[in-house]
């Protein structure tokens, strides 16, 4: 892969997928399919409801790293999020450098595995969602648009066979001096291979989930 970065190209320096496209700059958009519907030589756990249900945050972790490829699907299963208008009120930093992960661990309240292989900061862009709405409900679609994102990747990490935790509990205004932004942060998902499987959790039970609103006379 030609490592000098062309400013036409669809990806950020600093993060190069491994499936590319030399072809026009149409089809460097949409990498991101591409990437979601390349087949690959290992087996992925492709049904959704035992993904759901095997799903498990971690805390600990290997320090073994995570392949290329597996990076990709997770950003791109970010990129195929529902949001507000088809805007994508939102954006990803996705944290490479040792020490700002570092520094992210001390704005999260030293919670030690934020210090993982891969570390994904979503943050709100209100300025993308264009919708002639009061700002109020602009903040709320670019929030739910950060959220959204976040669970795709997460349960595409899970579906990859890895783990993740979901951090939400951090300084927002440190996070956005570390990551050099002044987008809000709404979470961070933090992934890696566990260092051992845990089983799924004990949820409650359906009568005290769901709440039926039935027709008044």
Known sequence: MDKKIDTTRAWPKGYEPVEESDNDLSVRLGLMTSILNKKTEKKLNTDIFKVMATRRSTRKFSTNPIEKWKIDKILAAADTAPTAGNFQGFEIFYIS??????????????????????????????????????????????????????????????????????????????????????????????????????????????????HVVEKKD
């Open 97 to 210: 450098d040792k020490d700002t992960k570092e520094e992210l661990v001390k704005a999260a309240n030293n919670q030690s595995y934020v210090n993982t292989p891969l570390v994904l900061v979503f943050c709100m862009n209100p300025s993308r969602v264009k919708l002639d709405f009061p700002a109020k409900v602009i903040m709320k679609f670019s929030m739910q648009d950060a959220t959204l994102a976040a669970a795709y990747s997460q349960l595409a990490a899970s579906a990859l066979g890895l783990s993740s935790i979901w951090i939400g509990m951090f300084d927002e205004d440190r996070v956005k001096e570390i990551i050099g932004t002044d987008l809000r942060p709404t979470s961070f998902l933090c992934v890696g291979y566990p260092i051992k499987k845990r089983p799924a959790k004990q949820r409650r039970q359906l009568k005290e989930l769901i």
